[in-house]
């Protein structure tokens, strides 16, 4: 499986959820770790599976995230798997759902791309990190349900 994870990280805590997932992903094929300023059409359409995430600011995408999802050409995910993940502080659990992954979640089915597990949330101490103990052990196992459900799609 060729898989591709995209992240935008202001403070360095999302792309080490990124590089955790890339670690478990390496076992199934080939992996590809891109930041979004790095992001290009012909990354994706190399790759089975595109995880993406994001920290949430403002409980929203970054808006340096959004222009990145919106070049991109339309249906450019079809028939590709997708995950979506995003790094915040804990919330109350009214606040809880606002986070950036359901959204990036809803941009990448928007491509075309088929959701093959819900969005995640890794919780990040205050606002600007670091991540909590265990959170990148939390996402390995994540990775690890993706590849199971993956499987199971026969990729």
């Known amino acids: 499986m060729r898989s591709t994870i995209v992240y935008f990280s202001k403070f360095g805590n999302t792309q080490k959820v990124a590089e955790a997932i890339a670690s478990v992903l390496e076992a199934s094929g080939t992996v590809r770790v891109i930041s979004t300023n790095q992001l290009s059409a012909s990354e994706l359409d190399e790759s089975d599976l595109i995880i993406m995430g994001s920290p ?3 409980m929203n995408l970054p808006e340096v995230v959004r222009p990145v999802l919106e070049s991109l050409p339309r249906r450019i995910l079809r028939g590709k798997l997708t995950a979506a993940f995003d790094t915040s502080y ?6 809880a759902p606002f986070t950036a992954a359901p959204k990036l979640a ?11 597990i819900h969005p995640e949330t890794f919780h990040v101490v205050g606002k600007d990190g670091p991540l909590y103990d265990g959170e990148l052990e939390r996402a390995k196992k994540w990775t690890a349900l993706i590849l199971q ?3 199971a799609q026969k990729i």
Do not use: C, F, I
């Open 106 to 116: 809803q941009k990448l089915r928007r491509l075309g791309g088929k959701r093959v």
């Open 90 to 95: 804990k919330m109350s659990m009214w606040l």
């Open 56 to 58: 949430t600011h403002r």
């Open 149 to 151: 459900r993956a499987e």
